[in-house]
């Protein structure tokens, strides 16, 4: 059997980041993440991705390039980070406790999931390089 792959999307506007923070699992409850979710049998990451985000905040994506390395989760899960870019609608917490937008020197000092600080260099490259701005 194939590896679960677990997408996050790492949306950037203005030089800040949009960042979610999770309700459940119990002790992953409070932290912050990049949002996603798993990707379904017979669909691509984009995809997953794009389903994942409308549903978790209810936009519309594009998504783009891979962000940062493949994270080993739990149970044989792969998570994998892309760039998104808004096409549609305003971010809404519909499966997170809170949104909130950061700046790259608010990175280092929120309590993430653990797998997810993995890309914190990436994350914070993007936002010091502009390349964030579309």
Same mark, same amino acid.
């Given at each position: 059997?194939?590896?679960?792959?677990?997408?996050?999307?790492?949306?950037?506007?203005? =030089?800040?980041?949009?960042? @979610?923070?999770?309700?459940?699992?119990? &002790?992953?409850?409070?932290?912050?993440?990049?949002?996603?979710?798993?990707?379904? @049998?017979?669909?691509?990451? =984009?995809?997953?991705?794009?389903?994942?985000?409308? &549903?978790?905040?209810?936009?519309?994506? @594009?998504?783009?390039?891979?962000?940062?390395?493949?994270? =080993?989760?739990? @149970?044989?899960?792969?998570?994998?980070?892309?760039?998104?870019?808004?096409?549609?609608?305003?971010?809404?917490?519909?499966?997170?406790?809170?949104?909130?937008?950061?700046?790259?020197?608010?990175?280092?000092? *929120?309590?993430?999931?653990?797998?997810?600080?993995?890309? *914190?260099?990436?994350?914070?490259?993007?936002?010091?390089?502009?390349?964030?701005? &579309?």
């Amino acid at each position: 059997m194939d590896a679960q792959i677990v997408v996050a999307g790492a949306l950037f506007s203005a =030089a800040r980041l949009l960042v @979610a923070q999770r309700q459940r699992p119990p &002790e992953l409850a409070g932290l912050w993440e990049l949002p996603g979710g798993k990707v379904g @049998a017979g669909e691509t990451d =984009a995809d997953a991705l794009a389903r994942e985000l409308y &549903e978790e905040l209810g936009v519309e994506v @594009a998504v783009g390039a891979r962000l940062g390395v493949d994270v =080993a989760l739990k @149970a044989g899960m792969t998570l994998r980070a892309y760039r998104v870019a808004l096409t549609s609608g305003s971010p809404q917490p519909h499966d997170h406790r809170a949104l909130r937008w950061v700046t790259v020197d608010e990175l280092d000092d *929120l309590p993430w999931v653990p797998a997810d600080r993995a890309w *914190l260099a990436d994350l914070a490259a993007t936002l010091r390089s502009g390349a964030a701005l &579309e």
